[in-house]
């Protein structure tokens, strides 16, 4: 079956919008992070207290995650959250929902 469409740009932009949109969706203000270094360092707790989404970098946006234990505030990427889940290494950043869940 062959599709005509008589406005291509129009699926485009669409598609642009729906991936925005998820991608705003993604990540939000007091979301909890988790940072998991290895087993000589201890598990550290954070939430998220910004995302600028104006700074991007290969699709993905700066989220600034501030740490209880020593009140650090770390700016990591939205794409290295959740990256370790299915890995070998489990080192990384995870949502609290994908590491306890």
């Given at each position: 079956?062959?599709?005509?469409?008589?406005?291509p740009y129009?699926?485009?932009y669409t598609s642009n919008?729906?991936?925005?949109?998820?991608?705003f969706d993604?990540?939000?203000?007091g979301d909890k992070i988790i940072g998991v270094f290895g087993a000589m360092f201890p598990i550290e707790e954070g939430e998220i207290i910004s995302v600028d989404?104006?700074?991007k970098l290969d699709g993905a946006y700066a989220v600034d995650v501030l740490f209880h234990e020593d009140?650090?505030?770390?700016?990591?990427?939205?794409?290295?959250?959740?990256d370790a889940v299915g890995k070998l290494s489990p080192v990384g950043y995870y949502t609290e929902e994908a590491?306890?869940?």
């Amino acid at each position: 079956m062959k599709l005509i469409v008589d406005k291509p740009y129009f699926a485009l932009y669409t598609s642009n919008i729906i991936k925005r949109e998820r991608e705003f969706d993604m990540y939000k203000k007091g979301d909890k992070i988790i940072g998991v270094f290895g087993a000589m360092f201890p598990i550290e707790e954070g939430e998220i207290i910004s995302v600028d989404y104006d700074m991007k970098l290969d699709g993905a946006y700066a989220v600034d995650v501030l740490f209880h234990e020593d009140g650090a505030v770390k700016k990591i990427m939205s794409s290295e959250i959740d990256d370790a889940v299915g890995k070998l290494s489990p080192v990384g950043y995870y949502t609290e929902e994908a590491y306890y869940g």
